[in-house]
């Protein structure tokens, strides 16, 4: 009796898989991935020969994943994170140095934690110092050669700077929270600067809506923690939210926001080995966080 062989995966047609997961279309994920609609087509048609399932269904112009597909998503994912770890390990062994990143608060709650002990897991010669804190912040401390790179918010375009790609601002509340389109919108928000204050305040005076500052907060764990507590409304991106939180736009009709960047800023001067190599996983980080699907609105 013949011994059934297991098929051997090839993992560029996983990064696709993922893509078009992700994109919906084949036309979309083609862009993603830097190949024509037909390649990728021809891909997941022999994704789906080597696993003898079907993979998606196609529904209209898009695509949606079958059971079997959304298993193999899951799988895939795990696949190409194990090959970037290993890649990331071999390689990292021959860097060392030192080098000091600053990232943006609201990445803290998305992989953050888990970003860095990766890096530090792989790259066991580079010492890292983190700095946490606001855009405005980091963007000083980059000036002042306090940081060597950052990931950040950020509408302007420095020339030293990398977009990554945008994510939409949203308003965020507390999922039970209501708020009558003729009363005053309480706002959660950060002290001056911040970007996302002045899209809120701009878009309420704009819309006519009236508004009054409920909480003004340094720090963005003061931001969520009143808006679990149901005391008003914030402005960030949704891609990332503590449990309880939702964009609530839609639901309290409040008007549209306007898109942020996501981009890595480096201090001025010639980027030493380690700092090219924490560049090349910031710009992983980024390329991931825009990718995800933000919190179904409320």
Request: glycine letters at 8%; one cysteine or more; proline letters at 6%.
């Amino acid at each position: 009796m013949a011994i059934q062989t297991i098929p051997f995966l090839d993992l560029a047609l996983l990064q696709t898989l993922i893509a078009v997961n992700q994109t919906g279309t084949l036309a979309r994920a083609a862009d993603k991935v830097g190949r024509t609609q037909s390649a990728v087509s021809l891909q997941m048609q022999r994704l789906e020969e080597a696993l003898d399932l079907q993979l998606f269904d196609r529904r209209g112009r898009g695509l949606v994943l079958t059971s079997a597909g959304e298993a193999m998503v899951g799988y895939a994912a795990k696949m190409l994170e194990l090959n970037r770890e290993a890649v990331s390990a071999v390689r990292g062994h021959r860097v060392a140095g030192q080098v000091r990143i600053g990232m943006a608060v609201d990445f803290e709650h998305t992989w953050l934690p888990r970003a860095m002990a990766r890096f530090a897991q792989s790259h066991p010669r580079i010492v890292v110092e983190l700095r946490v804190d606001r855009n405005s912040a980091l963007q000083q401390a980059l000036a002042g050669n306090e940081i060597d790179i950052a990931l950040v918010f950020g509408t302007a375009a420095p020339a030293d700077s990398t977009l990554a790609g945008t994510v939409p601002m949203a308003w965020i509340a507390a999922r039970d929270f209501m708020s009558e389109p003729d009363s005053s919108l309480p706002l959660l928000l950060l002290e001056q600067p911040c970007m996302f204050r002045a899209a809120a305040l701009h878009a309420l005076d704009a819309a006519g809506r009236p508004w009054r500052l409920a909480v003004t907060s340094p720090s963005l764990g003061g931001l969520w923690a009143t808006a679990l507590a149901g005391m008003g409304v914030t402005v960030r991106s949704a891609v990332a939210l503590p449990a309880g939180l939702n964009d609530v736009g839609a639901r309290l009709k409040l008007p549209p926001l306007p898109s942020v960047g996501v981009r890595i800023l480096e201090a001025s001067g010639k980027a030493n080995a380690p700092r090219a190599t924490l560049r090349r996983l910031l710009k992983e980080l980024a390329d991931e966080f825009v990718a995800s699907r933000p919190y179904e609105p409320a």
